[in-house]
């Protein structure tokens, strides 16, 4: 058995051995993490020859639980809208929302894009800053010739330490509730594909947060024609435990400020002790 820390810092276990089925049940996973103190992801599979080998790594010791909802704008039969998001294997979730110019097809076609490049990026290893000035850079070039752009939001989360950071090209705000204070995440710099260049970086807002904390991602939609104080309110007195039931009870809240002209989606992430 090999015990070790790797680069980011997170603990390793790695055991070698003829038979290793008992070390497949969740009881003696149990016991390792018990002897190990720390809680263990599923174990995978490594080759050792004629040995079996188990890898077992350091479980994140934070979870994120979610739940998103989206409307298109009346009249249409697609969303302009789009998002993704994954986790790496060191433990960083990343959460995608982008909302492409107007609405519809062509709407739908820049934000998918934009998901799609981004997403390739961050998943190469690119640092998100970077990732996204590239992305900017190429949606300028592509908008020369078809004139589209879209926003971006983009939430990293590190589940290990809580370290989050959102950058943002031109989208609506971000909110980050602690407790029953709700505070507000905003920019100024221009949606992806508007302006190239240097200068043309994402703004960046760093926040620490805990277990019991709740983040909203929402397209501008969301808020409608009104401020939204509506939103911040909604969000404050939320009582509930499910961030489905929020993320509906906004969407449908918000065809009464004025959101039924845009695409409208909201994502909510509530963070909890694993």
């Known amino acids: 058995a090999w015990v070790y820390y790797d680069e980011a810092g997170h603990l390793r276990a790695e055991i070698e051995g003829p038979d290793l089925s008992a070390l497949r049940t969740d009881r003696e996973r149990a016991a390792l993490s018990d002897l190990l103190g720390l809680a263990l992801r599923e174990p995978e599979e490594g ?30 039969t697609v969303s302009g809208d789009a998002g993704a998001l994954f986790k790496t294997d060191s433990g960083m979730l990343y959460i995608l929302l982008c909302d492409g110019m107007g609405s519809g097809v062509a709407a739908s076609r820049e934000s998918k894009l934009a998901i799609r490049l981004l997403e390739r990026f961050l998943k190469a290893g690119v640092d998100p ?4 000035k590239t992305l900017n850079s190429a949606l300028a070039l592509r908008g020369e010739e078809t004139g589209g752009f879209t926003t971006v939001d983009l939430l990293r989360l590190d589940l290990f330490t809580g370290e989050a950071a959102v950058y943002k090209y031109g989208a609506a705000p971000t909110y980050v ?27 960046v807002a760093k926040v620490r947060l805990e277990a019991g904390d709740w983040v909203l991602l929402v397209t501008d939609g969301v808020a409608g024609s009104d401020s939204d104080l509506w939103v ?3 969000f404050a007195a939320f009582e509930g435990e499910s961030p489905k039931d929020l993320t509906q009870a906004l969407i449908d809240e918000s065809a009464g400020h004025g959101g039924a002209t845009d695409d409208r989606t909201a994502l909510v992430l509530r963070l909890e002790k694993r």
């Open 129 to 132: 800053e970077s990732a996204l």
């Open 177 to 203: 509730r602690k407790g029953k204070t709700v505070s507000r995440i905003t920019g100024s710099a221009l949606p992806a594909g508007l302006a190239g260049g240097d200068g043309a970086a994402p703004d």
């Open 232 to 234: 911040r309110q909604r």
């Open 47 to 76: 080759e050792a020859g004629e040995l079996e080998r188990l890898v077992f790594t350091q479980a994140e010791p934070l979870q994120a639980v979610m739940g998103v909802a989206a409307r298109q704008k009346d009249g249409e």
